[in-house]
């Protein structure tokens, strides 16, 4: 057997974990009504569709970055607070660009993991008379095809757009930062996969452990938080770039220059305009080619590394709980709207997806909260810097409600046959991200208190907001449902549904942002008198939606 | 809300000309049947022959091209959530929340339909305890065994003590102890004269054992239906067994032959 004898392998078994993508049938979905025969192809569509459009974002993002390289002189020195050496700049963009390709790849394999696992593909394989490289080799294949649009976009835009903007040298120096960025971001989905398959998928439940399993989840996605936190914190990576060049050579700047992905983002610049370009001291240099050098030697062994454990991962049976003393069991019975929250709760802590959906609005929160009080800028600017905190996070709750949805597929072909109503359900989901955003709103309330001018005023804006959060995704959540007892339920995990997922919260963000407009529009005015003008806004969007949605959900 | 009363009209399950369709394809096609007061009702079939399309449309999974399906008098279709809150569900594959222990998956099905907490500890205390499942009560559903995570699912179906229990193979991967016990239960179940089980199997050995009266699907078209002793009277040999009658009435026992003897040949 060989490679060839594994691509025609994978063609086969891609079919089939495309479909489980899209469907999820073996995670005890039902086929949507109509036509089975078209279903298959339907599937591949949608799932290409999917890869189309992370190739599409990360694409926009490449040629974002490559039009602030090309206008850097510009935007170094006229744009920023504090001018900053043009090379410097260029590098810190281009480190901005890695690791939002490594964040989003990653985030990408968090959300694509659960399904390659519960697809069950290649135990299906296993059992067959294919010998051990050629399985290998295909799990290798098919764990790159579900990357491979997104992959390809980053390998060979990237070089071209560097390259255009600074010239033909600086798109060839590029290469090696985006190849180790691309292995990285896919080994670390894979060793995240793993370590979910065997410690936080098989773990007990009760006696705090669910505790222990959020710990895992938060500790996971700080480093995804990455794709958003970065660009959450770019003015901060930014004045310290500024600092550290205006320092000159400093262990400040050696540090930064062993670090991935300065090191090798640091290359283009320096190619093109030469070392004395970036404040490198006696030997800096030669710390950034070897640490430059040493990621790439480490992108290497992860790839082969990778080889090896993608089908351990595609193959490994959940991880066995350790034993423990049986209790006698005890159910806490509540209504079933606490009961769908508390469900979905509970499947977020055993599954990174979803997890990191609740996760990263409240992540966001702690970082702009602890920023804000680090700083500790003026009282005016804390409390600018707090609203815009509140203000991420209940846009971002909005905008992640239609992925609270796809927790559903999971077992639909049971829940569908309990007696519990649309309205019950969908008032579940709904409080599960009211909960998520009145955290968020918490805890920048609770690290940034100290700093603000009118802490009760904030408190007045949290809770004004709340409103137009709910009534966002009650409106979000009540098309979905509708659209899932019309066409069987829509599977829209943020990957193989990423389309449904963003059609729908388009309205959503509308809504939730309604009263954040009136907010602005009267700031000249007492703020109190906005707060209180944000809160009509939202509490009447709650009734209108409230009253459209719920009274269609009866059964 | 523990399980709805059995009121309405006191017949467990009543369908009327019920068809089922996959896009061009009929799974079910006509079918009537009632499943009585005090009576373990049995659909036999052969793969495909509409037992689990039958039962999908019973509790609300597939929506029927043609017919009616009432529970207790409440049609599934307009009255979803009255008949869902009086039929407990055993479903054919072992498809649950893989993420949730079997404690919190019963938290959730006893949330949702309302049951009383110290009657929902008591009475899942006592299942758990038959079945055996007090080890595997706080690990995930993931890592447990078919066998195991089909109690699990007998274990909610009878959490509510259901008037009407519906069962799609349910005893596919039971041990043998399991096995008698949920045989012995279904029987103890019925006993009170108005609750009722519908029950599909390939098993015809269990079918014999267990149901009242069966009806044999086949093609999606009910071919009989009625206790043993009745089919035995519509042409099969006189001692017939369930599986004899099964093959003759579903015109297999030809084919099997004919099977037999192109397989002696290779």
Known sequence: ?555 | MDAGPATGSGIPLRVENLSVAYGERTAVDGLSLDVRPGEIYGLLGSNGAGKSSTIKAIVGLVRPARGTIRVFGFDVLTDSLATKARIGYVPETSMLYEALTPHEFLEFVSGVRRLDPERATARTRDLVTAFRLTEEFDEPIASLSNGTRQKVLVVAALLHQPPLLVLDEPLNHLDPRSLRLMKDLLAQYVRNGTRGVLFSTHAMEIAEQLCHRVGILDHGVLRGEGTLASLRERGAEGDASLEEIFLHLTQEDEGVRAALASLEKT
């Not at chain 1, 979905?29 to 599409?56: E, F, H, I, W, Y």
């Not at chain 1, 991880?319 to 709760?345: E, F, N, Q, S």
């Not at chain 1, 707090?386 to 409600?401: P, R």
């Not at chain 1, 966002?472 to 007892?485: D, V």
């Open chain 1, 1 to 555: 057997m060989s490679w060839r004898a594994a691509f025609r392998l994978s063609q086969v078994a891609f079919v089939e974990l495309s479909f489980q993508a899209i469907y999820a049938f073996r995670q005890g979905n039902v086929l949507p009504p109509g036509d089975t025969t078209k279903l298959s192809a339907r599937a591949r569509s949608r799932v290409l569709q999917s890869k189309g459009l992370v190739a599409g974002l990360l694409g926009f993002l490449t040629v974002g970055a490559a039009f602030i390289l090309h206008t850097a002189s510009f935007v170094a020195a006229v744009l920023l607070p504090t001018p900053i050496p043009v090379p410097m700049f260029q590098a810190g963009v281009l480190t901005a660009l890695l690791s939002l390709d490594v964040a989003f790849l990653w985030w990408t394999g968090l959300q694509v993991l659960p399904t390659f696992l519960s697809a069950g593909v290649l135990p299906v394989l296993e059992p067959l008379p294919i010998d051990s490289p050629t399985l290998r080799q295909t799990a290798v294949i098919l764990y790159l095809r579900l990357f491979d649009l997104p992959i390809l976009t980053l390998l060979v835009l990237t070089p071209v757009v560097v390259g255009l903007a600074l010239g033909p040298l600086a798109g060839f120096a590029i290469l090696p930062g985006v190849v180790a960025a691309v292995v990285f971001a896919l080994a670390l989905a894979l060793v995240t996969g793993r370590f979910f398959v065997r410690r936080v998928q098989g773990s007990r439940g009760g006696g705090g452990r669910s505790i222990l399993r959020w710990t895992y989840m938060v500790l996971w996605v700080v480093p995804a938080f990455g794709l958003f936190g970065f660009v959450t914190l770019a003015p901060a990576f930014f004045g310290a770039l500024t600092t550290l060049a205006a320092a000159g050579p400093s262990l400040g700047f050696d540090a930064l220059v062993a670090t991935f992905p300065f090191s090798l983002a640091a290359l283009p610049p320096l190619l093109t305009d030469g070392s004395s370009s970036l404040p490198i001291g006696d030997g800096g240099l030669e710390l950034l080619l070897a640490a430059g050098g040493g990621y790439v030697l480490l992108a290497v062994g992860a790839a082969r590394w990778m080889g090896r454990a993608i089908r351990e991962v595609g193959i490994a049976p959940p991880g066995i709980p350790v034993p423990a003393d049986p209790r006698p069991p005890t159910l806490r019975t509540t209504g079933a709207i606490y009961a769908v929250l508390v469900k979905d709760l509970r499947m977020a802590s055993r599954t990174p997806g979803y997890a990191f959906l609740i996760l990263l609005p409240i992540l966001d929160a702690v970082a702009l909260g602890l920023l804000t009080y680090v700083t500790g800028p003026r009282p005016g600017t804390a409390t600018s810097l707090a609203l815009g905190a509140v203000t991420t996070a209940a846009l971002l709750a909005t905008f992640f409600g239609p992925a609270f949805f796809a927790i559903e597929v999971v077992a639909y072909s049971y829940g569908r046959t309990l007696p519990l109503s649309d309205r019950s359900l969908v008032l579940g989901k709904v409080s599960l991200i009211g909960a998520i955003y009145l955290v968020a709103g918490g805890l920048v309330l609770a690290l940034a208190d100290l700093r603000l001018d009118q802490p009760l005023i904030f408190l007045g804006f949290v809770l004004a907001e709340l409103p137009a959060v709910l009534a966002a995704s009650l409106l979000e959540l009540g098309i979905l449902l509708r659209r899932a007892r019309k066409h069987g339920l829509p599977l829209v995990n943020l990957y193989t549904g990423a389309w449904v997922a963003i059609l729908v919260s388009i309205p959503g963000l509308f809504v939730a942002s309604a009263p954040l407009v009136a907010f602005e529009a009267l700031r000249p005015y007492p703020q109190t008198v906005a707060v209180a003008a944000m809160a009509l806004v939202a509490l009447g969007s709650l009734s209108a939606i409230g009253l459209f949605v719920l009274r269609r959900q009866t059964s």
